[in-house]
């Protein structure tokens, strides 16, 4: 994606409707902008996800707030990032759930994600260790998919 500024990121929530007290848009300069399809971090607090991407509908940018739960296995099993489908060992996944608009938070929508949101390194192997389960699908490809799944969800919720 091309890089963003702090203004943008900050435009992108309240164009949404967001208050955007929560939003603590991390340090920028060292973010690799061309290694990512969408940008996300986690609130130090660990208990909500903010999502930056443009919206497949008119090539805007989005911010997505999302809050976050750390899903607790009590025995270590494998776990699937339905974004991306790198496979973690344990504790590589949380539950990000987002408010379906106009639902005046009535009905949300849960997916389980690579806990950091760090999907699009780990679709180009730049985070170790590396998916548990090995794909054959090209780069592209993982990229594309994962594209469609974000929007299908966001869509669903009414955020793009
Ligand atoms: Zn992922």
């Known amino acids: 994606m091309l ?3 702090r203004e943008q990121i900050t ?24 290694f990512l399809d969408y940008f996300g ?3 130090p607090s660990g208990h909500l996800g903010f999502v930056v991407l443009s919206s497949p509908n008119d090539g805007q940018l989005r911010g997505i ?5 750390k899903r607790s296995a009590k025995k270590p099993r494998m776990e699937m990032c339905s974004w991306c489908h790198h496979v973690h060992k344990a504790n590589g996944t949380a539950m990000f759930t987002v ?10 929508l849960g ?31 993982k990229i594309w998919r994962m594209q469609a799944t974000m929007h299908k969800w966001l869509g669903r919720a009414n955020q793009l």
């Open 11 to 34: 435009a992108a929530f309240l164009k949404s409707n967001d208050q955007s007290e929560a939003l603590q848009v991390p340090e920028l300069a060292s973010v690799q902008w061309s």
């Open 111 to 141: 997916n389980v994600v690579c806990k950091a949101l760090d999907c699009s390194l780990r679709i180009r192997n730049l985070v170790q260790p590396e998916s548990f389960m090995r794909e054959t699908l090209y780069q592209p490809a």
């Open 99 to 108: 408010q379906v608009k106009g639902s005046e938070g009535r009905h949300s």
């Open 3 to 5: 890089p963003l500024n």
């Open 65 to 69: 707030r999302m809050s976050r739960a």
């Open 41 to 43: 971090w986690v609130h």
